[in-house]
Antibody
């Protein structure tokens, strides 16, 4: 079964850092763009960041630009999100997702189960 | 602040038809970008329900259908069932923001 499995979430103080990982299995990971989407408690979905299939191009929402860094290791079938200077408003469930095709307008067909990030003192 | 606007909630009795609207602008839905719909059951991750405006992934019942016109899109659920109670989100790409955008989300309640 095609699968994405996130890890690395936890409780961190404001200003701290966390690194999320997303392990992919049973599909050609290196052939697809990947993304991170988050959902604050009781709120809707918010796109966070995306990376091209090769890893050469990265994209960020304004809310995280300059603080978060997305990367991938295609040899390990793993996606990462380095989160620095964390704020209380970054508290959310973070999902990784696979983009369905090669176009910017393609949707996200495979999602992980999510990992919880809590930023609090 | 979400770029795509959806009604906060819709409801219907079992067997009825409900529709969810998704209103955007000329830089997203009104441009060349497709609209996708996701279903999020309570406590679970989102699931792709409709892709490229009106296509269903394998395994999605044909009770679900999508459409797009101008700067808006719609999701229709016919023959509403109790298991359809969930949150539904539309999604597209915005060329002005150079960002993926989600709708505000709609909670579907089966009466």
């Amino acid at each position: 079964e095609v699968q994405l499995l996130e890890s690395g979430g936890g409780l961190v103080q404001p200003g701290g850092s966390l690194r999320l990982s997303c392990a992919a299995s049973r599909f050609s990971f290196g052939a697809y763009a990947m993304t991170w989407v988050r959902q604050a408690p009781g709120k809707g979905l918010e796109w966070v960041s995306a990376v091209s299939a090769s890893g050469s191009r990265t994209y960020y929402a304004d809310s995280v630009k300059g603080r978060f860094t997305i990367s991938r290791d295609n040899s390990k079938n793993t996606l990462y999100l380095q989160m620095n200077s964390l704020r209380v408003e970054d508290t959310a469930v973070y999902y990784c997702a696979k983009r369905d095709g090669v176009l910017a307008g393609d949707g996200f067909d495979i999602w992980g189960q999510g990992t919880v990030v809590t930023v609090s003192s | 602040q979400s770029v795509l606007t959806q009604p906060p909630s819709v409801s219907g009795a079992p067997g009825q038809r409900v529709t969810i609207s998704c209103t955007g602008s000329n830089s997203n839905i009104g441009a060349v970008f497709n609209v996708h719909w996701y279903q999020q059951l309570p406590g679970t991750a989102p699931k792709l329900l409709i892709y490229d405006n009106n296509n269903r992934p394998s395994g999605v019942p044909d009770r679900f259908s999508g459409s797009k016109s101008g700067t808006s899109a719609s999701l229709a659920i016919t023959g509403l069932q109790a298991e359809d109670e969930a949150d539904y989100y539309c999604q597209s790409y915005d060329s002005s923001l150079s960002a993926y955008v989600f709708g505000t989300g709609t909670k579907v309640t089966v009466l």
